[in-house]
């Protein structure tokens, strides 16, 4: 222990003054970090991870004499995260560290803030990854960071398996090699692959192998309780697009004896409307709005206010799924489906946050079929059935970025700053052939681009790359990151503040005079200049902005457990009061085909005035759905020229063509086969364009698009036009660039998630095929056709032809149930 340090004995103490007692684990972090070990905590939600090791951080440095410069850097993956943060790191400070200070740098941070610090940076900074990038760049970095002791990454479930993660891997590399013997830990909630979450934490030793470090798991009990609210009835032909309205007067009536309670929805559209329609039936209610797309002004009203129990209810999305510390919320309620075993504990957490207290989540079916999900969910839970994150696996646009990030400063050396990239479980197998072309591109442009001098962004001086010209600089500084969306039109009221952003795609369908539904408010559209789209308030709302990633597929966890649900179903054993409301369905589903088993996949073939429909129920997610559906059509076209469409979700696939497909010479053909699957799923697809727009994101992280200066940004129309362009010249100079390679092997890997599609075509092997012939659709087929018939019929359309459908499919289900 350092002379100064806190000790364990008065960390028990703090927690005896409350009369509380420190949990085993707490003591267990608090024990291996004085013993300078570094790790990762996995504990569920409200049990005091961060207590566990803001205390052991202490325990390491000299909190009552402090040296100058950061002993601690703790990392949060949401600026809005890090003011709460900072508050609960800063209360035990008076006991244990009077002389410390705690401070925020993140994108919110005003730069009067970020001068101050530069000339007396605190002793504990709570920063994001992009943030932290950033500050390594700073020539003063290596002068403030000489006394750093501990690393802390908070949430790192979040940042595992996305591009930010690699990001804060390479930071972390970074702080290693500036610092030898950096103590570095992580701390997670809901996360199934640990093992691999504490090896991309902890990186990889000089000896190649991962560095060790302790794995401590807070098994404490703690009691949780999911239910479902539900419907007085349940339709028999349910489809998707349902946003749970008629939910509606039951959640009121289970709001209110409540006294504060969060509301979540999957899509921030859908958040917009159930926020509107509980405050139209209870004006009298304090109800708060709260996604990610809103003013951070806004959002922290919000925020205090629930701390605070000023709000009744705050509808929500997942920007409320993280948090410090919300102890007065009672109750939490999911609309629709949560799609995820980990994302509906997550947002159990966040009511009975702390020890001892009940963490409560009810389930509101938007649909029938979600209550199966509910009910699903709720046994996955009890099984351990915890989604995994898988990490990326060396993202060349990542470490472009990197490596110009690291230019901005005193530069790097080629051979040193591979050897330091390499210790990331990221890039571990980065090869020197990767690592020269990466440079040479950077520094030149390459064979393709080497005519244009802002894509010559390194320059070597004596063995030192660096960046060299000021407005290269200044441009990559405002480019760090790797969170990438259609350009954002920032929202303003035409005299007053700004009330968020919303994505350019919806602004560009409005005319000046259009009102929309926006923050809560009902708003019109006076004019768009500069990126921003000047509002006034309006006396009723038209269109809901829609924003990309709506539609989450179900994840493998949860779709095991709906066909564990529905096979105990077919076998009659209907166990939970969701299943014995859904039976109805699903005896109609019987009788017209058959209800799905374990190890069996059911085909419904079925003759319309359309054509000849196939609807195929592999439950396997939306995602690979899509690339399912695209790759069998390609297979039986294959055999017999023929035209389909399809439509996908995640319990299945319709596929549509004028006549019958040769489905049974195809079954003989290897249909599901796994040969070639790659190259047959980007045959089957318009695989250039899918490969385009990864590449979107790929030319944006990489630094070959510059999306404008701040408040004179491109428009999207303009950075897609500038990507894209670089894609055909790559695709016809240079089709072996690995930029564009990696764009290809994303559309693969992450878009149609290959590695599920892959075991999905073996279980369908394997499967017993149960191949019915119902004379008109069923209940599992009914939400893919509307599915399908949206794509290409306007709203109004669209209604009137499935009231006249449910008429006639009501009638025969009718006449099924009375014979």
């Known amino acids: 222990m350092d002379n100064g340090s806190a000790s364990l004995t008065q960390f028990e103490n703090w927690f005896a003054q409350r009369n509380w007692t420190p949990f085993s684990f707490q003591a267990e972090v608090w024990q291996a970090m004085l013993e300078g070990e570094s790790g990762l905590l996995h504990a569920p939600t409200g049990m005091g991870k961060t207590l566990a090791v803001w205390f052991g951080a202490l325990s390491r440095v000299d909190s009552v004499s402090p040296s100058p410069g950061m002993q601690v850097i703790w990392i949060t993956p949401l600026r809005a995260l890090a003011g709460d943060t900072c508050v609960a790191l800063r209360e035990p400070l008076a006991e244990f560290a009077p002389e410390w200070t705690v401070e925020v740098r993140t994108g919110d941070t005003t730069s009067h803030v970020k001068k101050k610090q530069e000339k007396k940076p605190p002793h504990a900074l709570i920063t994001t990854p992009e943030s932290l990038t950033l500050l390594l760049t700073r020539p003063t970095v290596e002068k403030h960071m000489a006394g750093l002791k501990v690393v802390i990454v908070d949430e790192w479930h979040e940042l595992l398996g996305s591009k930010r993660g690699v990001q804060t891997e390479l930071a972390l590399a970074r702080l290693r090699s500036r610092v030898p013997g950096l103590m570095v830990w992580g701390l997670s909630a809901t996360l199934g692959n640990l093992d691999e979450a504490l090896k991309d934490l902890l990186g990889i030793g000089g000896d190649g192998t991962a560095r060790q470090g302790r794995l401590i798991s807070g098994r404490v009990a703690k009691e949780l309780q999911i239910d479902s609210l539900l419907p007085e009835s349940t339709e028999r032909f349910p489809w998707a697009g349902h946003l749970g309205l008629k939910m509606l007067p039951k959640v009121v009536d289970e709001l209110e004896p409540v006294s504060s309670a969060l509301v979540f929805t999957n899509t921030r559209s859908q958040c917009e409307l159930w926020h509107q329609a509980l405050s139209e039936v209870r004006s009298d209610w304090r109800i708060g709005l709260h996604h990610g797309s809103l003013a951070n002004k806004e959002r922290r009203v919000v925020e205090q206010g629930l701390k605070s129990g000023a709000y009744k209810v705050v509808v929500c999305t997942s920007s409320l799924d993280l948090g410090v510390d919300f102890s007065p919320v009672e109750r939490v309620l999911q609309i629709g489906s949560p799609k995820g075993v980990a994302r509906l504990l997550q947002r159990a957490g966040r009511s009975g946050h702390g020890p001892g207290r009940v963490s409560r989540v009810t389930c509101v079916p938007a649909h029938v079929f979600e209550l199966v999900e509910a009910a699903a969910a709720r046994d996955a839970t009890q099984m351990g059935a915890i989604e995994s994150r898988p990490p990326y696996n ?426």
């Not at 364009?689 to 630094?703: V, Y």
């Not at 018939?789 to 006249?804: G, I, P, T, V």
């Open 394 to 819: 060396c993202p060349l646009d990542v470490l472009a970025q990197h490596a110009v990030s690291m230019g901005l400063g005193k530069g790097f050396r080629k051979d040193e700053m591979l050897r330091e990239v390499r210790t990331t479980a990221s890039y571990k197998d980065l090869t020197d052939g990767e690592w020269d072309w990466l440079l040479e591109f950077l520094s030149t442009g390459g064979s393709t681009l080497s005519a244009y001098p802002e894509y010559h962004k390194l320059q070597v001086t004596n063995e030192i790359y660096k960046v060299k010209d000021k407005t290269l600089a200044q441009r990559h500084r405002m480019a760090i990151g790797t969170i990438v969306s259609d350009a954002a039109i920032q929202v303003r009221y035409l005299k007053g503040g700004r009330l968020g952003s919303v994505e350019e795609s919806f602004i560009s369908r409005l005319y000046p005079g259009d009102t929309f539904l926006f923050a809560g408010k009902a708003l019109q559209l006076v004019k768009v200049n500069n990126m921003t789209a000047y509002v006034r308030k309006a006396k009723a709302a038209g269109a809901v902005p829609a924003w990309q990633g709506g539609r989450m597929p179900l994840s493998s966890e949860l779709a095991d457990a709906v066909c564990t649900k529905l096979d105990a179903a077919a076998r009659r054993i209907f166990g939970d009061e969701e299943m014995r409301l859904v039976r109805p369905v699903l005896a109609l589903q019987e009788a017209w085909s058959a209800v799905p088993k374990n190890k069996e996949l059911l085909i419904e073939r079925i003759d319309s005035r359309e054509g000849a429909h196939l609807y195929i129920y592999p439950f396997a997610g939306r995602l690979v759905h899509e690339g399912l559906a695209a790759l069998l059509a390609y297979r039986l076209a294959a055999l017999e020229p023929l035209t389909f469409t399809w439509a996908v979700n995640d319990y299945g696939f319709e596929l549509l063509s004028r006549e019958a497909p040769p489905f049974e010479e195809a079954l003989g053909n290897d249909l599901f086969g796994i040969d070639h699957l790659g190259d047959d799923i980007m045959a089957s697809l318009n695989s250039a364009e899918l490969a385009k727009n990864r590449f979107r994101e790929i030319a944006r992280i990489a630094g070959l698009v510059f999306q404008g200066y701040p408040g004179k940004g491109k428009t999207a129309r303009q950075i897609q036009a500038t990507s894209s362009l670089i894609f055909d010249v790559f695709q016809r100079y240079d089709p072996e660039n690995p930029l564009f390679k990696q764009a290809h092997a994303e559309v693969l890997d992450r878009q149609l998630e290959r590695t599920r599609l892959h075991s999905t075509l073996k279980k369908m092997q394997a499967a017993t095929l149960r191949i019915t012939r119902p004379e008109r659709v069923t209940p599992l087929a009914f939400p893919l056709m509307v599915d399908r018939l949206r794509e290409k019929m306007s709203s109004e359309k669209l209604q009137d032809r499935l009231h006249r459908m449910l008429v006639s499919l009501e009638k025969h289900a009718e006449q099924t149930v009375v014979s």
